[in-house]
Nanobody
């Protein structure tokens, strides 16, 4: 089992940048593929970015391609989301999630961190 805690959210102007962090507990962090999701008010939770257990093969939702970068540091039990060129439509609660590498389901979730982009 793994517990996840996000940080790094905040208020930023359009065009600015933020870096989200997700700290994971447990000794088996390197077994989990990781993802970032977001949920805007009144909308469903959407996938943002994912990365394999080894750190290779990052993949992104179309709205964030070229602007967001997911990375991980297995030695620090952490995953990151660097967000550049932020837009007001990126405003949402951002969640970190984990899934066992062989599963398609994200079974573990953090509590979320708010990102607000002002125009």
């Amino acid at each position: 089992q793994v517990q996840l805690v996000e940080s790094g959210g905040g208020l930023v102007q359009a065009g600015g940048s933020l870096r989200l962090s997700c700290a994971a507990s447990g000794r088996t962090f390197s077994m989990y593929a990781m993802g970032w999701f977001r949920q805007a008010p009144g909308k469903e939770r959407d996938f943002v970015a994912g990365i394999s257990s080894s750190g290779g093969r990052p993949y992104y939702a179309d709205p964030v391609k070229g602007r967001f970068t997911i990375s991980r540091d297995n030695a620090k039990n952490a995953v990151y989301l660097q967000m550049n060129s932020l837009k007001p439509e990126d405003t949402a609660v951002y969640y970190c999630a984990a899934r066992i590498g062989t599963s398609l389901t994200y079974a573990y979730w953090g509590q979320g961190t708010q990102v607000t982009v002002s125009s």
